[in-house]
């Protein structure tokens, strides 16, 4: 099933539309084009644990993309069907070593699976960023209220503000990755966001 580009499994976020009440999956058009700039087919996941565990045996995907939008149930969120769903997804990715990459609330997400305790941080809402990361330094954007100074394996710290923030997180010998930005924003797209994306999912050439 995975003839031509090579898959990847979306998250989506939870919204609801205030004149029914629906609760809608909804998924940032910009993170298709992100995507498919960087050679894969984004295949959105919607809310639902059974179906995502379906999708990920049927599909055999390259990779697994945890995105942002909706705080974390344990954070005072509103959307339990996304945690579930997500903790399916980090699951399988897990135990067949499918590539993961959570960005933002996908990294909490992470970080909350392997027991980090997340909290609210300050200043963390800015358009641009310079953080340290993976030895060098990287301007990004920030949009989120919660966040952690520390790690615990198998996690480890691959990028950092000023402040002491974790803005970025790895794990040695497990394909995971967390990162705090969001590339799917900033535009144009940038090579170096992509050759991550593309690094990470094994599409490096």
């Known amino acids: 099933m995975n003839a031509g580009e090579p898959i990847i499994l979306v ?3 939870v919204t609801v539309d205030p004149a029914t009440g629906e609760r809608r999956d909804a998924l940032d058009q910009h993170w298709h084009s992100f995507l498919h700039e960087a ?23 390259r990779g697994i993309l ?3 939008g909706n705080d974390l149930v344990s954070l005072g969120g509103d959307a339990p069907e996304r945690d579930e769903t997500e903790d399916a997804l980090i699951t399988h990715a897990s135990r067949y070593g499918v590539p993961l990459i959570g960005v933002c609330r996908g990294m909490q997400m992470i970080q ?16 641009c960023q310079t953080i340290e990361f993976r030895g060098g330094r990287a301007a990004v954007n920030s949009f989120h209220r919660f966040g952690t100074h520390e790690t615990l394996a198998p996690l480890d710290v691959c990028g950092r503000s000023a402040d002491g923030v974790v803005k970025a997180v790895c794990a040695q010998d497990e394909p995971i990755l967390g990162i705090m930005w969001h590339p799917e924003r900033l535009l144009p797209h940038r090579a170096e966001d992509i050759k991550l ?4 999912f094994g599409l490096s050439q």
Not at 112 to 127: E, K, L, M, R, T
């Open 197 to 200: 994306f593309r690094d990470h």
């Open 66 to 68: 945890l995105t942002g």
């Open 11 to 13: 998250s989506q976020r």
């Open 39 to 61: 050679g894969f087919l984004s295949v959105p996941v919607p809310n639902r644990r059974d179906t995502a565990e379906k999708l990920a045996k049927i599909t055999n995907p």
């Open 112 to 127: 909350q699976s392997f027991g980090v305790p997340i909290y609210p941080v300050d200043g963390h809402v800015a358009p």
